[in-house]
């Protein structure tokens, strides 16, 4: 599954555009602020699917593509879009966090 993502997890374009000539510490505020909502924007999407909440899987997976969008993780805003009607779907869509976050860590220090 992610093994089949290689360079799609972040846009490199974005992360420039994003990135490019800002000072590391601001950097890393804005990837801690990133991987926090992520993290928490997927666990609520994931209770919101367990518990059939079909307005709050609205508004998590609304928010999570806008954390996507906004920081260039492409692979992880096209999984929150996806069915998560089983368990091995859930736990693609966290580890697709969890490469997505490490990727754009990676594409960030690059630019520094």
Do not use: H, Y
């Given at each position: 599954m992610l093994s089949e993502a290689?360079?799609?997890?972040?846009?490199?374009?974005a992360v420039d555009g994003l990135f490019g000539g800002m000072d590391p510490d601001t950097c890393d505020l804005l990837l801690d602020a990133a991987a926090?909502?992520?993290?928490?924007?997927?666990?609520r999407l994931?209770?919101?699917?367990?518990d059939g909440d079909a307005t709050e899987q609205g508004r998590a997976r609304h928010s999570l593509?806008?954390?996507?969008?906004?920081f260039g993780m492409t692979l992880l805003?096209?999984?929150c879009a996806g069915d998560l009607a089983t368990a091995a779907a859930l736990k693609d869509l966290r580890d697709c966090r969890?490469?997505?976050?490490?990727?754009?860590r990676a594409a960030v220090a690059r630019l520094q």
């Open positions: 290689g360079a799609d997890l972040v846009d490199p374009q926090a909502d992520a993290t928490e924007l997927t666990e994931v209770q919101a699917w367990q593509k806008g954390i996507c969008g906004n805003f096209e999984r969890e490469a997505s976050l490490a990727a754009l």
